[in-house]
Protein backbone atom coordinates (compact mmCIF):
# COMPACT_ATOMS: atom_id res chain seq x y z
CA UNK A 1 0.00 0.00 0.00
CA UNK A 2 1.65 3.49 -0.72
CA UNK A 3 0.62 5.87 1.96
CA UNK A 4 1.79 8.86 0.08
CA UNK A 5 1.68 12.47 2.94
CA UNK A 6 -0.52 14.87 2.38
CA UNK A 7 2.11 17.12 1.12
CA UNK A 8 3.31 15.04 -1.43
CA UNK A 9 1.98 14.64 -5.18
CA UNK A 10 1.74 10.94 -6.68
CA UNK A 11 1.84 10.68 -10.42
CA UNK A 12 0.01 7.91 -12.32
CA UNK A 13 1.37 8.26 -15.40
CA UNK A 14 0.97 5.78 -18.40
CA UNK A 15 -2.50 5.37 -18.33
CA UNK A 16 -5.65 5.45 -20.48
CA UNK A 17 -8.18 7.68 -17.99
CA UNK A 18 -11.79 7.43 -18.24
CA UNK A 19 -12.88 10.88 -18.93
CA UNK A 20 -16.48 12.78 -17.49
CA UNK A 21 -17.62 12.83 -20.96
CA UNK A 22 -17.44 8.85 -20.44
CA UNK A 23 -14.35 8.13 -23.66
CA UNK A 24 -10.71 7.07 -22.67
CA UNK A 25 -7.52 9.55 -23.54
CA UNK A 26 -3.77 9.35 -22.54
CA UNK A 27 -3.55 11.03 -19.27
CA UNK A 28 -1.48 11.22 -16.05
CA UNK A 29 -3.80 11.58 -12.95
CA UNK A 30 -2.28 13.88 -10.09
CA UNK A 31 -2.71 12.74 -6.40
CA UNK A 32 -2.36 15.23 -3.53
CA UNK A 33 -3.65 14.99 0.06
CA UNK A 34 -5.93 12.51 -0.88
CA UNK A 35 -7.76 14.87 -3.79
CA UNK A 36 -7.63 14.52 -7.55
CA UNK A 37 -4.61 17.39 -8.33
CA UNK A 38 -4.79 17.31 -11.25
CA UNK A 39 -5.82 15.90 -14.85
CA UNK A 40 -2.99 16.91 -17.53
CA UNK A 41 -1.77 15.47 -21.00
CA UNK A 42 0.12 12.24 -20.82
CA UNK A 43 3.66 14.12 -22.05
CA UNK A 44 3.33 16.55 -19.33
CA UNK A 45 6.31 17.22 -17.62
CA UNK A 46 6.68 16.49 -14.06
CA UNK A 47 9.10 17.98 -11.36
CA UNK A 48 11.57 15.76 -9.77
CA UNK A 49 9.62 15.83 -6.30
CA UNK A 50 6.63 14.33 -7.56
CA UNK A 51 6.58 10.24 -6.79
CA UNK A 52 5.21 8.69 -9.92
CA UNK A 53 3.34 5.32 -10.19
CA UNK A 54 3.77 3.65 -13.86
CA UNK A 55 0.23 2.35 -15.04
CA UNK A 56 1.75 0.79 -18.23
CA UNK A 57 -0.92 1.87 -20.77
CA UNK A 58 -3.58 0.09 -18.49
CA UNK A 59 -6.92 1.58 -18.00
CA UNK A 60 -7.89 4.11 -14.93
CA UNK A 61 -11.74 4.68 -14.17
CA UNK A 62 -13.34 6.32 -10.82
CA UNK A 63 -13.74 4.55 -8.44
CA UNK A 64 -16.36 2.33 -8.00
CA UNK A 65 -19.51 2.68 -6.28
CA UNK A 66 -22.32 -0.22 -4.62
CA UNK A 67 -25.54 1.43 -3.33
CA UNK A 68 -26.51 -2.13 -1.56
CA UNK A 69 -24.56 -4.26 -0.02
CA UNK A 70 -23.64 -5.73 3.01
CA UNK A 71 -20.12 -6.04 4.41
CA UNK A 72 -21.05 -7.11 8.29
CA UNK A 73 -23.92 -9.38 7.47
CA UNK A 74 -22.94 -12.58 7.02
CA UNK A 75 -25.95 -15.42 5.90
CA UNK A 76 -24.03 -18.11 8.04
CA UNK A 77 -24.10 -16.47 10.74
CA UNK A 78 -26.86 -15.12 12.98
CA UNK A 79 -27.51 -12.03 14.92
CA UNK A 80 -26.53 -13.49 18.11
CA UNK A 81 -22.82 -14.17 16.56
CA UNK A 82 -22.57 -9.78 15.97
CA UNK A 83 -19.01 -10.45 17.58
CA UNK A 84 -17.87 -13.18 14.77
CA UNK A 85 -20.13 -11.28 12.09
CA UNK A 86 -17.84 -7.83 13.65
CA UNK A 87 -14.63 -9.60 12.72
CA UNK A 88 -15.71 -11.24 9.42
CA UNK A 89 -16.51 -7.55 7.77
CA UNK A 90 -13.25 -6.49 8.17
CA UNK A 91 -12.47 -9.23 5.49
CA UNK A 92 -15.62 -8.17 3.65
CA UNK A 93 -14.37 -4.94 3.44
CA UNK A 94 -10.96 -5.93 2.36
CA UNK A 95 -12.60 -8.03 -0.64
CA UNK A 96 -14.63 -4.91 -1.89
CA UNK A 97 -11.93 -3.04 -1.68
CA UNK A 98 -9.83 -5.04 -3.91
CA UNK A 99 -12.81 -5.40 -6.58
CA UNK A 100 -12.15 -1.61 -6.99
CA UNK A 101 -15.16 -0.80 -4.61
CA UNK A 102 -14.09 2.39 -3.10
CA UNK A 103 -17.92 3.61 -1.60
CA UNK A 104 -20.62 1.44 -0.43
CA UNK A 105 -24.33 2.19 1.28
CA UNK A 106 -24.63 -0.54 3.73
CA UNK A 107 -28.27 -1.96 3.88
CA UNK A 108 -28.26 -3.66 7.12
CA UNK A 109 -25.56 -5.74 9.43
CA UNK A 110 -24.41 -6.54 12.13
CA UNK A 111 -25.32 -2.92 14.72
CA UNK A 112 -22.25 -0.76 14.42
CA UNK A 113 -20.14 -2.81 12.72
CA UNK A 114 -20.75 -0.83 9.18
CA UNK A 115 -19.78 2.61 11.57
CA UNK A 116 -16.76 1.52 12.54
CA UNK A 117 -15.89 -0.06 9.74
CA UNK A 118 -16.03 3.17 8.38
CA UNK A 119 -14.47 5.06 11.05
CA UNK A 120 -11.66 2.84 10.45
CA UNK A 121 -10.98 3.09 7.12
CA UNK A 122 -11.11 6.64 7.37
CA UNK A 123 -7.90 6.74 9.40
CA UNK A 124 -6.41 4.61 7.67
CA UNK A 125 -6.24 1.70 10.27
CA UNK A 126 -8.30 -0.36 8.36
CA UNK A 127 -8.25 -1.35 4.46
CA UNK A 128 -12.07 -0.67 3.79
CA UNK A 129 -14.44 1.47 1.63
CA UNK A 130 -16.10 4.56 2.12
CA UNK A 131 -19.55 3.42 3.98
CA UNK A 132 -22.77 5.03 4.32
CA UNK A 133 -24.66 2.88 6.58
CA UNK A 134 -28.08 1.89 7.68
CA UNK A 135 -27.43 -0.11 10.45
CA UNK A 136 -29.46 -2.92 11.52
CA UNK A 137 -32.23 -4.81 8.87
CA UNK A 138 -36.11 -2.95 11.00
CA UNK A 139 -38.92 -5.77 10.10
CA UNK A 140 -42.18 -7.01 10.94
CA UNK A 141 -42.33 -9.89 13.53
CA UNK A 142 -41.82 -13.21 11.59
CA UNK A 143 -40.21 -10.61 8.47
CA UNK A 144 -38.31 -10.99 5.84
CA UNK A 145 -34.40 -11.08 7.19
CA UNK A 146 -36.21 -11.28 10.99
CA UNK A 147 -33.32 -13.58 11.74
CA UNK A 148 -30.44 -11.42 11.18
CA UNK A 149 -33.07 -7.98 12.06
CA UNK A 150 -34.77 -6.21 14.37
CA UNK A 151 -38.22 -6.74 14.79
CA UNK A 152 -40.51 -3.52 15.24
CA UNK A 153 -44.10 -3.53 15.27
CA UNK A 154 -46.29 -0.22 15.10
CA UNK A 155 -45.76 3.52 14.38
CA UNK A 156 -44.28 4.23 17.66
CA UNK A 157 -42.11 1.24 17.66
CA UNK A 158 -40.57 1.90 14.22
CA UNK A 159 -39.93 5.70 15.44
CA UNK A 160 -38.12 4.73 18.55
CA UNK A 161 -36.30 2.49 15.88
CA UNK A 162 -35.41 5.43 13.77
CA UNK A 163 -34.06 7.05 16.34
CA UNK A 164 -31.80 4.07 18.07
CA UNK A 165 -30.07 4.38 14.30
CA UNK A 166 -29.56 7.83 14.14
CA UNK A 167 -27.94 7.49 17.80
CA UNK A 168 -25.69 5.14 16.79
CA UNK A 169 -24.15 7.45 13.43
CA UNK A 170 -26.15 5.95 10.40
CA UNK A 171 -27.07 7.94 8.12
CA UNK A 172 -29.98 5.59 6.43
CA UNK A 173 -32.60 3.76 7.70
CA UNK A 174 -33.46 0.16 6.24
CA UNK A 175 -36.99 -1.27 6.00
CA UNK A 176 -38.31 -4.25 4.83
CA UNK A 177 -41.48 -3.86 3.08
CA UNK A 178 -42.21 -6.66 1.04
CA UNK A 179 -41.02 -10.31 1.40
CA UNK A 180 -38.45 -11.65 -0.20
CA UNK A 181 -36.09 -15.06 -1.58
CA UNK A 182 -34.72 -16.32 1.49
CA UNK A 183 -36.54 -19.53 1.01
CA UNK A 184 -39.05 -21.13 -1.70
CA UNK A 185 -42.07 -20.68 0.81
CA UNK A 186 -41.56 -16.55 0.99
CA UNK A 187 -43.86 -14.43 -0.85
CA UNK A 188 -41.74 -11.79 -2.31
CA UNK A 189 -44.68 -9.52 -3.06
CA UNK A 190 -46.31 -9.76 0.30
CA UNK A 191 -47.20 -6.05 1.72
CA UNK A 192 -44.81 -6.50 5.44
CA UNK A 193 -45.23 -3.09 7.48
CA UNK A 194 -47.96 -0.93 7.12
CA UNK A 195 -48.51 2.63 5.47
CA UNK A 196 -48.56 4.24 9.04
CA UNK A 197 -45.33 2.32 10.29
CA UNK A 198 -43.70 3.38 7.76
CA UNK A 199 -45.09 6.64 7.48
CA UNK A 200 -43.68 6.77 11.09
CA UNK A 201 -40.69 5.96 10.26
CA UNK A 202 -40.11 8.20 7.42
CA UNK A 203 -41.16 10.88 9.30
CA UNK A 204 -38.61 10.54 12.20
CA UNK A 205 -36.07 9.56 9.04
CA UNK A 206 -36.60 13.31 7.96
CA UNK A 207 -36.67 15.38 11.22
CA UNK A 208 -33.39 13.57 12.06
CA UNK A 209 -31.86 14.37 8.57
CA UNK A 210 -31.54 10.67 7.32
CA UNK A 211 -33.19 8.77 4.62
CA UNK A 212 -34.57 5.96 4.66
CA UNK A 213 -34.32 2.83 2.03
CA UNK A 214 -37.10 0.17 1.69
CA UNK A 215 -37.00 -3.64 0.73
CA UNK A 216 -39.61 -3.60 -2.08
CA UNK A 217 -40.69 -6.50 -4.71
CA UNK A 218 -44.01 -6.11 -5.74
CA UNK A 219 -45.98 -3.48 -7.11
CA UNK A 220 -48.50 -2.96 -4.16
CA UNK A 221 -45.44 -2.43 -1.53
CA UNK A 222 -43.27 -0.29 -3.92
CA UNK A 223 -46.26 2.11 -4.34
CA UNK A 224 -46.88 2.17 -0.68
CA UNK A 225 -43.19 2.81 0.57
CA UNK A 226 -43.43 5.22 -2.21
CA UNK A 227 -46.02 7.70 -0.83
CA UNK A 228 -45.66 6.78 2.73
CA UNK A 229 -42.25 8.59 1.71
CA UNK A 230 -38.95 6.57 1.65
CA UNK A 231 -35.74 7.62 -0.73
CA UNK A 232 -35.24 4.22 -2.41
CA UNK A 233 -36.36 0.70 -3.55
CA UNK A 234 -34.41 -1.71 -3.44
CA UNK A 235 -34.60 -4.80 -5.57
CA UNK A 236 -38.08 -3.81 -7.48
CA UNK A 237 -38.43 -7.55 -9.29
CA UNK A 238 -42.08 -6.57 -10.21
CA UNK A 239 -42.31 -3.12 -11.23
CA UNK A 240 -45.38 -2.16 -13.37
CA UNK A 241 -46.56 1.26 -14.41
CA UNK A 242 -48.47 2.14 -11.37
CA UNK A 243 -45.27 1.24 -9.20
CA UNK A 244 -42.94 3.26 -11.48
CA UNK A 245 -44.92 6.62 -11.80
CA UNK A 246 -45.26 6.64 -7.39
CA UNK A 247 -41.14 6.18 -7.33
CA UNK A 248 -40.71 8.77 -10.41
CA UNK A 249 -44.03 11.24 -8.84
CA UNK A 250 -42.01 11.22 -4.61
CA UNK A 251 -39.11 11.18 -6.33
CA UNK A 252 -37.96 7.94 -4.78
CA UNK A 253 -34.64 5.81 -6.80
CA UNK A 254 -34.28 2.32 -7.88
CA UNK A 255 -31.89 -0.22 -6.88
CA UNK A 256 -32.91 -3.27 -9.18
CA UNK A 257 -29.84 -5.72 -7.89
CA UNK A 258 -29.65 -7.91 -10.71
CA UNK A 259 -26.27 -9.82 -9.51
CA UNK A 260 -27.11 -11.80 -6.61
CA UNK A 261 -30.36 -13.45 -8.15
CA UNK A 262 -28.35 -14.10 -10.84
CA UNK A 263 -25.35 -15.66 -8.97
CA UNK A 264 -27.83 -18.05 -7.18
CA UNK A 265 -29.56 -18.94 -10.15
CA UNK A 266 -26.16 -20.42 -11.65
CA UNK A 267 -25.16 -22.29 -8.17
CA UNK A 268 -24.98 -25.90 -8.60
CA UNK A 269 -27.55 -25.87 -5.78
CA UNK A 270 -29.43 -23.27 -3.86
CA UNK A 271 -33.24 -23.56 -2.20
CA UNK A 272 -34.14 -20.66 -3.63
CA UNK A 273 -32.53 -21.63 -7.36
CA UNK A 274 -34.78 -21.86 -9.64
CA UNK A 275 -37.36 -18.31 -7.80
CA UNK A 276 -33.97 -16.41 -8.49
CA UNK A 277 -33.51 -17.73 -12.58
CA UNK A 278 -37.41 -16.78 -13.21
CA UNK A 279 -36.43 -13.19 -11.47
CA UNK A 280 -34.13 -12.26 -14.93
CA UNK A 281 -36.99 -11.41 -17.17
CA UNK A 282 -39.48 -9.47 -15.05
CA UNK A 283 -36.20 -7.52 -13.01
CA UNK A 284 -35.29 -6.52 -16.84
CA UNK A 285 -38.64 -6.05 -17.84
CA UNK A 286 -38.78 -3.96 -13.95
CA UNK A 287 -36.25 -1.53 -15.03
CA UNK A 288 -37.15 -1.20 -18.47
CA UNK A 289 -40.56 0.44 -17.21
CA UNK A 290 -38.87 2.54 -14.67
CA UNK A 291 -36.69 4.09 -16.89
CA UNK A 292 -39.57 4.48 -19.77
CA UNK A 293 -41.54 6.48 -16.68
CA UNK A 294 -38.22 8.43 -16.16
CA UNK A 295 -37.59 6.95 -12.52
CA UNK A 296 -34.04 7.50 -11.15
CA UNK A 297 -31.86 4.27 -10.59
CA UNK A 298 -28.21 2.95 -9.71
CA UNK A 299 -26.36 0.50 -9.14
CA UNK A 300 -26.69 -1.91 -6.28
CA UNK A 301 -25.52 -5.92 -5.86
CA UNK A 302 -26.71 -7.28 -2.51
CA UNK A 303 -22.82 -8.16 -2.23
CA UNK A 304 -22.48 -9.98 1.49
CA UNK A 305 -21.12 -12.91 3.82
CA UNK A 306 -22.34 -15.72 2.33
CA UNK A 307 -21.94 -14.26 -1.58
CA UNK A 308 -19.34 -13.25 -3.66
CA UNK A 309 -18.64 -10.00 -2.12
CA UNK A 310 -17.55 -8.62 -5.74
CA UNK A 311 -20.47 -8.83 -7.14
CA UNK A 312 -21.10 -5.04 -8.29
CA UNK A 313 -18.32 -6.28 -11.28
CA UNK A 314 -21.27 -8.87 -12.10
CA UNK A 315 -23.87 -6.17 -11.59
CA UNK A 316 -21.54 -3.96 -13.98
CA UNK A 317 -20.97 -6.75 -16.92
CA UNK A 318 -24.81 -7.86 -16.48
CA UNK A 319 -26.04 -4.44 -17.46
CA UNK A 320 -23.96 -4.23 -20.30
CA UNK A 321 -24.15 -8.19 -21.48
CA UNK A 322 -27.97 -8.57 -20.54
CA UNK A 323 -29.48 -5.12 -20.35
CA UNK A 324 -28.40 -3.60 -22.81
CA UNK A 325 -26.48 -0.77 -21.03
CA UNK A 326 -23.42 0.71 -22.70
CA UNK A 327 -19.83 0.31 -21.05
CA UNK A 328 -19.48 3.92 -20.73
CA UNK A 329 -22.79 4.74 -19.54
CA UNK A 330 -22.66 1.42 -17.15
CA UNK A 331 -19.49 2.61 -15.87
CA UNK A 332 -20.42 6.31 -15.08
CA UNK A 333 -23.67 4.78 -13.23
CA UNK A 334 -21.47 2.67 -10.81
CA UNK A 335 -19.02 6.00 -10.19
CA UNK A 336 -20.78 9.53 -10.65
CA UNK A 337 -24.33 8.21 -10.68
CA UNK A 338 -24.43 6.27 -7.97
CA UNK A 339 -22.39 9.12 -5.88
CA UNK A 340 -25.22 11.33 -7.19
CA UNK A 341 -27.72 9.39 -5.47
CA UNK A 342 -26.37 9.64 -2.50
CA UNK A 343 -25.97 13.06 -2.25
CA UNK A 344 -21.91 12.87 -2.36
CA UNK A 345 -20.63 15.91 -3.64
CA UNK A 346 -16.52 15.97 -5.34
CA UNK A 347 -16.98 11.76 -5.45
CA UNK A 348 -17.36 9.28 -8.51
CA UNK A 349 -15.38 11.34 -11.30
CA UNK A 350 -11.78 12.29 -12.33
CA UNK A 351 -11.98 15.49 -12.39
CA UNK A 352 -9.31 18.06 -10.47
CA UNK A 353 -10.45 18.63 -6.57
CA UNK A 354 -12.61 15.37 -6.74
CA UNK A 355 -11.88 12.59 -4.10
CA UNK A 356 -8.55 10.37 -5.24
CA UNK A 357 -10.89 7.33 -5.66
CA UNK A 358 -9.63 5.47 -8.50
CA UNK A 359 -9.22 1.87 -10.12
CA UNK A 360 -6.62 0.76 -12.67
CA UNK A 361 -7.97 -2.07 -15.04
CA UNK A 362 -5.72 -4.05 -17.14
CA UNK A 363 -7.42 -3.53 -20.04
CA UNK A 364 -9.81 -1.87 -21.92
CA UNK A 365 -13.76 -1.91 -20.40
CA UNK A 366 -14.93 -0.12 -23.03
CA UNK A 367 -14.02 -2.43 -25.69
CA UNK A 368 -15.04 -5.47 -23.19
CA UNK A 369 -16.94 -4.93 -19.86
CA UNK A 370 -15.36 -8.32 -18.72
CA UNK A 371 -12.01 -6.20 -18.36
CA UNK A 372 -13.79 -4.11 -15.33
CA UNK A 373 -12.94 -6.98 -13.32
CA UNK A 374 -9.03 -7.20 -14.31
CA UNK A 375 -8.42 -4.94 -11.07
CA UNK A 376 -5.19 -4.92 -10.38
CA UNK A 377 -4.94 -1.24 -8.37
CA UNK A 378 -7.08 0.82 -6.17
CA UNK A 379 -6.63 4.40 -4.74
CA UNK A 380 -8.85 5.09 -2.01
CA UNK A 381 -9.08 8.52 -0.47
CA UNK A 382 -5.14 8.95 -1.89
CA UNK A 383 -4.31 5.41 -0.78
CA UNK A 384 -3.30 3.39 -3.58
CA UNK A 385 -3.30 -0.28 -3.09
CA UNK A 386 -1.20 -2.61 -5.68
CA UNK A 387 -2.79 -5.75 -5.55
CA UNK A 388 -0.27 -7.46 -8.18
CA UNK A 389 1.91 -6.48 -5.08
CA UNK A 390 0.05 -7.61 -2.10
CA UNK A 391 -3.30 -9.72 -2.93
CA UNK A 392 -1.02 -12.94 -3.32
CA UNK A 393 0.30 -12.20 0.26
CA UNK A 394 -3.42 -11.62 1.56
CA UNK A 395 -5.13 -14.74 -0.14
CA UNK A 396 -7.15 -12.85 -2.15
CA UNK A 397 -7.76 -13.49 -5.94
CA UNK A 398 -4.95 -12.88 -8.37
CA UNK A 399 -5.60 -12.34 -12.59
CA UNK A 400 -3.85 -15.92 -12.55
CA UNK A 401 -6.76 -17.42 -10.73
CA UNK A 402 -9.28 -14.75 -12.79
CA UNK A 403 -8.56 -16.65 -16.12
CA UNK A 404 -8.95 -19.89 -15.25
CA UNK A 405 -10.37 -21.51 -18.85
CA UNK A 406 -13.18 -23.31 -17.53
CA UNK A 407 -15.16 -20.71 -16.04
CA UNK A 408 -19.19 -20.95 -16.39
CA UNK A 409 -20.64 -19.13 -18.93
CA UNK A 410 -17.14 -18.22 -19.75
CA UNK A 411 -17.54 -15.32 -17.73
CA UNK A 412 -14.62 -14.79 -15.64
CA UNK A 413 -15.79 -12.79 -13.00
CA UNK A 414 -14.87 -12.64 -9.17
CA UNK A 415 -18.46 -14.21 -8.63
CA UNK A 416 -17.97 -17.14 -10.72
CA UNK A 417 -14.80 -17.72 -9.45
CA UNK A 418 -16.05 -17.73 -5.69
CA UNK A 419 -18.57 -20.30 -6.94
CA UNK A 420 -16.07 -22.48 -7.95
CA UNK A 421 -14.40 -22.26 -4.63
CA UNK A 422 -10.80 -20.20 -5.89
CA UNK A 423 -11.21 -17.14 -4.89
CA UNK A 424 -11.10 -17.75 -0.80
Not at 308 to 314: F, I
Amino acid sequence: MNTARDDQTTAFVNARVFLPDGTLAPRTVLVRGGLIDGVIDADSPLGAEIVTIDCAGRTIVPGLIDLHAHPSAHARLDKDRAVDQTIYSVRHALRLLRAGVTTIRALGGAGRADRVLDELGRQGLIAAPRIVSAGHFLCITGGHASGNGIEVDGADALRKAVRAEVRDGHRWVKLMCSGGFDHAEESPSAMQFSPAEVRAACEEAEALGVRVAAHAHGSAPIIMASEAGVDSIEHGSFVDRDAARAMRDNDVFLVPTFSIYDNVAARVSHPTKEQSAALAEPKRRSLEVAIEEGVAWGLGSDAQGGSPLELLLDEIIILVEKIGLSPADAIAKASRGNAELLGLDGVGSIERGYVADLVVIDGDPLADIQNIARVVGTVSTGRYYDWEAIAPSLNLWTLETLDVPDAPDGRRTPSRLWDLHITP
